[in-house]
């Protein structure tokens, strides 16, 4: 079974630049997240997608950052314009609904400078 | 407060000693406790998942739950060096509702 994939695995962007990312998440996981760990922190959730629709972004800094889950598989995270304390790993993780387990991807990294 | 309080560490042990790992949390709501084992430069992995008070044991990992603590433990027996890695705790409310995680303990084994 294939895991979680992310793209790009490092970016290093100038502040007020933007950014994306991809995650494609294990197939038939109906919630995905995103969720951002600065280092030596535990990872921070930033949204939850249950299908293509929003569950909880409570966290998500919407002047600067947005995502988007369409036809509920594939997934996009954008920061714009970013900031220094943006730096971050940023990881996406996926799991049946209703199932505590999440299932990791190894992260986008990103250095804003 | 933090809903979930984490010993950053470092830690570091000798090659075949017992390790203790904790957590705190704040919100009695959580029932799903989780450890999940995260090596340098990758993504999470879980370790060890339970549900509500009790011990469970997977080999040499054993995880402790006391809710009326609120309080969790990771114990690893006969440590290897490839037990080197972040050991973060998390725990989530019923439902799905998103786990929350610690700020994790960085361990080191020394052969």
């Known amino acids: 079974e294939a895991g979680v994939a992310q793209s790009p695995r490092y970016k290093i962007i100038e502040k007020r630049q933007s950014v994306a990312f991809w995650c494609n998440p294990i197939?038939?996981?109906?919630?995905l997240y995103w969720y951002q760990q600065i280092l030596g922190q535990g990872p921070k959730l930033l949204i939850q997608?249950?299908?293509?629709?929003?569950?909880?972004d409570s966290q998500l800094p919407k002047d600067r950052f947005s995502a988007e889950r369409l036809k509920g598989v594939d997934s996009t995270l954008k920061i714009q314009p970013a900031k220094l304390e943006d730096s971050a790993v940023y990881l996406c993780?996926?799991?049946?609904?209703?199932?505590?387990?999440?299932?990791f991807g190894e992260g986008s990294r990103l250095t804003v400078l | 407060q933090k809903e979930v309080e984490q010993d950053p560490g470092p830690l570091s042990v000798p090659e075949g000693a017992i390790v203790s790992l904790n957590c705190t949390y704040s919100n009695s709501a959580f029932q799903y406790f989780m450890w999940y084992r995260q090596y340098s430069r990758k993504g999470p992995e879980l370790l060890m998942y339970?549900?509500?008070?009790g011990n469970k044991e997977d080999g040499r990992f054993t995880a402790q739950v006391d809710k009326s603590s609120k309080y969790i433990s990771l114990f690893i027996r006969d440590s290897q060096p490839s037990d080197s890695a972040t050991y973060l705790c998390a725990m989530s409310g019923p439902g799905n509702t998103p786990l929350v995680f610690g700020k994790g303990t960085r361990l080191s084994v020394i052969a």
């Open positions: 993780a996926s799991n049946y609904a209703n199932t505590g387990e999440l299932f």
């Open positions: 997608f249950q299908n293509n629709g929003v569950v909880d």
């Open positions: 197939s038939g996981h109906a919630t």
């Open positions: 339970t549900y509500s008070s």
